[in-house]
């Protein structure tokens, strides 16, 4: 595609400007007594064994794409993991009868070697151990997780697993788990995180295993936290009158008028973006406290709180985490209006270095399908996408900006009318690279752009190749 003395950013998009040409011109020695212990275990055939672990989400993104189209991602903060366990001892306790309980104190060479031939048995023996204990159990009331995506996605045993996870995190205490297997609890550990966004004091679980002979009998989790109970509620509720505000002015949501979940959602979308500032290393940038209290925040920040107002509006939506452009990223699927679609908030809050306009609400990650959305972006598949294939909620096909011909003349009849309506903006979108190309080459090469602007001698653009979106600005 032709260039327009311009330059690309670091989205592989384009950005120029044109003006009017003049006519003509992006981590032992034990000895017998040693013996003497093992042949009592091996007489008694019983040993306990607590192995403590830890696991944290999938994704911790501390610098991703910032709006300001100048530089490529940085790496996040921490590596990329499906468990990260901590380097805890492994605690052997023989029963009572004995009089003998060790507790390895150091991480030397003989527990490192015990702990492997630990690890050992917990595999060949957890697949036939996955019946929970039966006091397992979970206060939470069912009906308020229905419409969460990732609990829906479950069954009702693994379902209950989810509940008491939850329940850990949010009430600060340990309890035991109604599985046995830690593949599946980091699984749905990672369900409960992408679901709730409002969580934004944890930064991990913490799981204890107990075995009998070698078979794990029971697990219990612990939430780790980033904040102190005390500093969580004091966030929580200076956020209460914040989403307040916010909720009230969303069309239909204080009067009960019925309003589309399109009009809900781009009214959240709208508002992130225009009050919030991309800031790599923003304090608390991984939750919603960066957007709703600070105004400055990355992806995991704009992504979370764009699923948080999504469900204070009953509008189910979930976390995708992933890679886009080459760099790692948070995005969200959305349910709107009975079809799920894909949405890069982050992507949306553009910033130009020339021109009138120097902060753009770009709507070209609004409302995609997979086909659309993973022309750039790939998920990571932590938990599953849900299929987006509807294309009538695009922002562009919503609003008849989406051309699938190279019509120079509807395209200039926007243009004139986003004008005549007292506007300096237009975006639109077009089915495939070579009807932008034809457009462009009409439209800019061939100035026919000034046919329909009144009293505009130059304007600014850019294209967003990946989506086939243009921005112009007069």
């Not at 989400?57 to 366990?85: A, C, K, M, Q």
């Not at 709507?363 to 022309?375: I, K, V």
């Amino acid at each position: 595609m032709q260039n327009y003395n311009g330059s690309y950013n670091r989205y592989g998009n384009y950005s120029g400007n044109h003006h009017r040409k003049k006519q003509g011109g992006c981590g032992c020695g034990c000895g017998c007594l040693g013996v003497i212990i093992a042949a009592v275990l091996v007489v008694l055939a019983l040993s306990i064994i607590r192995l403590p672990e830890e696991i944290v989400p999938d994704l911790n993104i501390e610098t991703v794409t910032g709006p300001d189209f100048t530089s490529i991602y940085n790496r996040l903060r921490n590596s990329l993991t499906d468990g990260i366990f901590d380097d805890h001892e492994t605690k052997v306790s023989v029963p009572e009868e004995t009089g003998k309980t060790t507790a390895p104190e150091s991480a030397g060479e003989s527990s490192t070697e015990s702990r492997k031939k630990i690890t050992e048995t917990e595999a060949t023996s957890s697949v036939e151990s996955t019946e929970a204990p039966s006091e397992v159990y979970s206060n939470l009331n069912t009906s308020d997780l229905d419409g969460y995506y990732c609990y829906d996605l479950l069954n009702d045993n693994l379902k209950l697993v989810y509940r008491e996870i939850l329940e850990a995190l949010t009430e600060r205490t340990e309890r035991k788990v109604s599985t046995l297997d830690t593949t599946e609890l980091n699984t749905i550990y990672n369900y409960v995180v992408a679901d709730h966004p409002e969580i934004f004091y944890s930064s991990s679980i913490h799981y204890t295993q107990e075995m009998i002979n070698g078979v794990v009998t029971s697990i219990k989790v612990r939430g780790q936290y980033s904040m102190s109970a005390e500093n969580a509620s004091s966030y929580e509720a200076a956020m209460v009158p914040v989403v307040q505000s916010i909720l009230v002015n969303v069309p239909g949501y204080a009067d009960g008028t019925e309003t589309s979940d399109y009009t809900k959602i781009k009214y959240i979308y709208d508002y992130i973006i225009e009050n919030t500032e991309y800031v790599a290393g923003a304090d608390e940038n991984q939750n919603i406290i960066s957007v709703l209290l600070n105004h400055r925040s990355v992806c995991n920040g704009y992504a979370k709180t764009f699923q948080y107002l999504s469900q204070q509006l009953g509008i189910p939506s979930v976390l995708v985490t992933g890679y886009a452009e080459g760099g790692l990223h948070a995005w969200n699927a959305v349910l709107m209006d009975g079809s799920w679609y894909q949405f890069d908030v982050t992507f949306g809050d553009s910033r130009f270095s020339s021109g009138k306009a120097s902060s753009v609400i770009n709507y070209a990650y609004f409302g995609l399908t997979d086909q659309q959305m993973n022309t750039n972006h790939s998920a990571l598949g932590t938990i599953p996408v849900p299929a987006c294939n509807d294309t009538s909620g695009n922002y562009f096909i919503k609003n008849d900006m989406y051309f699938d011909t190279a019509d120079s003349r509807a395209v200039g009849e926007l243009v004139s009318s986003v004008q005549s309506s007292g506007g300096n903006i237009v975006q639109f979108r077009t089915d495939s690279a070579a009807t932008m190309s034809a457009l462009m080459d009409s439209l800019f090469t061939n100035q026919k752009i000034y046919d329909y602007l009144d009293n505009v001698r130059s304007f600014n653009y850019t294209l967003i190749d990946s989506q086939n979106t243009m921005i112009i600005m007069f």
